[in-house]
């Protein structure tokens, strides 16, 4: 799959550059970016501030806050003389290499703390949140100075596809992520006034951790690809790429809602995914959340997909939403239902239940 890292936050700030370069004579200062209440000048200093902040982050390993620095231009605090337009875009251009420098050499499995929604990211989430910055500011600035803005279409979904999951694509990426950032209208859709953008959510377990699989991850392994994980021998299993594709349809329809989607169960000593596990939608009107899971052959025997059904259905039951989470399996599926019992699960049909007549599978449930 296309990786979103250090080169496309390169190809992101080399775009915008090139495009405010051509302007570096006009006043920025009188100039208002945009319907933003900043100016194109204070704009511009706020995508350097940006991509220095989230290089930080991922240099520094902050995991509870910001690490508390921030950038400042020549002549604002020390008696120099104010850095030109030119010299804004010369700090545009080494704060994105500092960004795409600490992508580059951040281990996959690093998170580093950024408060929405899930209090941290990864490597290719402070990459596609670097390139948003750059592209969405890019466009303020050239409206205010009267110039025409066109990025990558290729940039506009990686970043829509990894930090936008909840947005439904659109034919044109570059006009689905301005109305996605309340910067544009699209056919048949309400006006965007309050947005946020949603890194993937990372829960963790004892020697797992469960990652958020992003619409760009479900796109590969529904492909038939790895969906950007490393994967144990046979893996992932055909359950996982079959959730995936689920997801994607979903995401295409503009109801894909990512914290009830499709979850790798990634093993913390070695950084390797062993299986998938994930809801087959959001809870009903009763509160019932449906969940399935597998694991690539390799993994099965350890007690990873009991650890996993735990943890991912102590997550949803402490949802208010939640009532119960629901599971099924074939009824000469024995392994399957270990699991489920393991965790904890109740069984509510199939043989020697009550409402066994009817059903060819076992139904089990958990409750809060």
């Not at 703390?113 to 890019?138: K, Q």
């Not at 490393?230 to 109801?255: H, I, S």
């Not at 959001?282 to 597998?294: K, N, Q, S, T």
């Not at 392994?335 to 020697?352: K, L, N, P, Y």
Request: with cysteine.
């Amino acid at each position: 799959m296309r990786t979103m890292g250090g080169e496309q936050v390169e190809e992101a700030v080399a775009s915008a550059v090139a495009l405010l370069r051509t302007a570096t004579d006009r006043d920025w200062e009188a100039a208002r970016a945009g319907g933003l209440e900043w100016s194109c000048r204070y704009t511009a200093e706020h995508i350097a501030g940006d991509l220095i902040a989230y290089a930080g982050q991922l240099a520094g390993r902050a995991t509870e806050a910001y690490v508390p620095f921030e950038i400042t231009l020549d002549g604002t605090d020390d008696g120099l003389d104010p850095a030109d337009n030119e010299g804004v875009l010369q700090v545009i251009e080494t704060t994105g290499a500092l960004l795409a420098a600490a992508v580059r050499t951040t281990p996959r499995e690093v998170r580093a703390f950024h408060p929405y929604p899930f209090r941290s990211a990864n490597r290719e989430g402070f990459a596609a949140m670097g390139i948003t910055e750059v592209l969405a500011h890019t466009h303020d600035i050239a409206e205010g100075l009267g110039l025409t803005y066109e990025p990558p279409a290729g940039l506009c979904e990686d970043v829509l596809t990894r930090i936008f999951p909840h947005v439904q694509p659109g034919a044109d990426p570059w006009r689905t992520l301005l109305w996605a950032t309340g910067r544009g209208e699209l056919p048949g859709r309400a006006p965007v006034t309050e947005w946020r953008w949603r890194n993937n959510l990372v829960i963790p377990a004892e020697r797992l951790t469960l990652q958020g699989v992003t619409p760009a991850a479900a796109t590969d392994l529904a492909a038939g690809g790895d969906g950007g994980f490393a994967w144990v021998d046979g893996g992932p299993f055909q359950g996982t790429r079959d959730a995936a594709g689920m997801l994607l349809k979903a995401y295409e329809a503009g109801v894909h809602r990512p914290e009830w989607g499709v979850f790798t169960l990634v093993r913390k000593e070695d950084g390797r995914a062993v299986g998938g596990m994930g809801f087959h939608g959001a809870p009903d009107e009763d509160g019932r959340v449906e969940i399935g899971y597998d694991l690539a052959e390799a993994a099965r025997g350890h007690g990873y997909a009991t650890e996993g059904l735990r943890t991912l259905s102590a997550w949803a039951l402490a949802r208010e939403e939640v009532t119960s989470v629901f599971a099924t399996t074939e009824p000469d599926n024995t392994a399957s239902q270990a699991v489920i019992a393991r965790a904890g699960f109740t069984r509510v049909a199939g043989e020697d239940t009550e409402a066994a007549e009817d059903t060819a599978q076992f139904a089990y449930e958990l409750r809060g």
